[in-house]
């Protein structure tokens, strides 16, 4: 198994910044990609920012230019850090890692437990 622990969320101000981050542990081979997605009420998860193993990066059109995800690979770790923060960028912001873990050939998803983002007008 997987675990991943989030750090990170909190209140801020419109304009504010904040880095959450997700460590990734247990049974794993390698980690295809890492990467967030955000809820908010009424709404379905939307992808914010992923990377791949390689380091190719992809951001939902709405934090382009706000929005840097990275990874550190020794530390099974992916950054988010949020600049300019928008009240619209508020919700429950999800870690997920696509992995091989020891003895499965399958790609398997893992999720985070969610740290909330609220940034106040």
């Known amino acids: 198994q997987v675990q991943l622990v989030e750090s990170g969320g909190g209140l801020v101000q419109d304009g504010g910044s904040l880095r959450l981050s997700c460590a990734a542990s247990?049974?794993?081979?390698?980690?295809?990609?890492m990467g967030w997605y955000r809820q908010t009420p009424g709404k379905q998860r939307e992808l914010v920012a992923v990377v791949t193993s390689g380091g190719t990066t992809n951001y939902a059109d709405s934090v382009k230019d706000r929005f840097t995800t990275s990874r550190d690979n020794a530390k099974n770790t992916v950054y988010l850090q949020m600049n300019s923060l928008k009240p619209e960028d508020t919700g429950v912001y999800y870690c997920?890692?696509?992995?091989?873990?020891?003895?499965?050939?399958?790609?398997?998803?893992?999720w985070g437990q969610g740290t909330q983002v609220t940034v106040s007008s």
């Open positions: 247990g049974s794993i081979f390698s980690i295809h990609a």
């Open positions: 997920n890692v696509k992995v091989w873990t020891a003895g499965d050939s399958r790609l398997n998803n893992y």
